[in-house]
């Protein structure tokens, strides 16, 4: 493959979780470092962070800064990125930890950029519903109606839908995601403690995203379900421990009980797992990823990548 045949992959949200795991994951296509499969076109707000050199690093990526802004004007991140019409093959788009409203807006404005610069695939990072044509909980359906919304539009998407990410669950968590695990952790599953919940790794989204984009022939205008363990609080409890040597870390208990017992959108996203949860059925998807980490594997990697 000649370099000018290259193909460029503008990622959205590149320093984020799903960002990076779907850029270390592409980026492992371009065995041939003169002559990469994919250039990719990491955009990020500081071109200078620990995370953004780090994708520098890997083969095929380049770090574009853009205007912290660059999610709520698509057009100028990419004309800010130096990409010009019918000079994309692909984008890939996640939002982070923002409102319904915003992430409806994002999403949306991001399609609606790409078609407009030609790009044949769009790679949209979603949710999993859980089964249902509706969940009743906006931080779900904020991200249907993006999914939807790109249905309209003349360009092949896959839509990737994760469970709940095995990520939360490590040491280093930021704070509102161990505040979160704690909630559900000690108060989520009320009624149904014998509910398996489904978690899945983050390395393992990017891993599906760029397999989607490298066989459009499989995976065009598909939508990919992801999780890669099921397991109840007190089997997840147990395999920390085992694992890690110790309990999983909680974060302001009291505060968590208050939160399941009074905040409204926490009484119902816990209503929602702890009546319905997720459904993915995972050793059918283990056969079409045979890589699937499951939760004890995600743990012993983090050790590993910690030198423990």
């Known amino acids: 493959m000649s370099a000018s045949s290259s193909k460029t992959v503008v990622v959205f949200g590149a320093t984020g979780v799903q960002g990076t795991a779907f850029i270390k994951a592409l980026s492992g296509y371009n065995t041939n470092p003169s002559s990469p499969a994919y250039t990719i076109l990491a955009l990020t707000r500081d071109s200078t962070s620990g995370s953004s050199t780090r994708l520098a690093s890997l083969p095929g990526v380049q770090v574009k800064q853009v205007a912290k802004n660059c999610m709520d004007e698509p057009a100028k991140a990419f004309a800010d990125a130096g990409v010009t019409k019918g000079g994309v093959c692909a984008v890939f788009s996640v939002q982070s930890y923002v409102s319904p409203k915003v992430d409806i807006a994002q999403g949306k404005a991001i399609a609606d950029a790409a078609v407009e610069l030609g790009a044949e695939r769009f790679i949209y990072a979603s949710s999993d519903f859980g089964g249902l044509a509706d969940t009743g909980l906006d931080m779900y359906e904020s991200k249907r109606t993006v999914e939807n919304h790109i249905r309209t539009l003349p360009i092949t998407w896959t839509f990737l839908r994760p469970v709940q990410f095995m990520d939360n669950w490590l040491p280093d968590a930021p704070g509102t995601l161990k505040f979160g695990r704690t909630v559900l952790l000690k108060y989520g599953f009320r009624t149904h ?26 995976y065009a205008n598909k939508e990919i379900p992801l999780a890669g363990d099921e397991l109840t609080m007190d089997e997840l409890e147990k395999m920390h421990q085992e694992v890690m040597g110790g309990p999983v870390e909680t974060s302001m208990v009291a505060l968590a009980w208050f939160a399941r017992r009074y905040v409204p959108i926490a009484r119902k ?30 743990l012993k990697r983090y050790r590993a990548e910690k030198g423990e």
Request: glycine residues 8%.
């Open 269 to 298: 996203v816990m209503d929602f797992f702890d009546e319905q949860g997720y459904h993915v059925d995972v050793a059918k998807l283990r056969e079409e990823f045979p890589g699937l980490e499951d939760f004890r594997a995600r």
């Open 193 to 218: 403690p014998e509910r398996k919940h489904q978690l899945v790794s983050a390395r393992d989204i990017g891993i599906a995203g760029a397999t989607a984009l490298n066989r459009s022939d499989i």
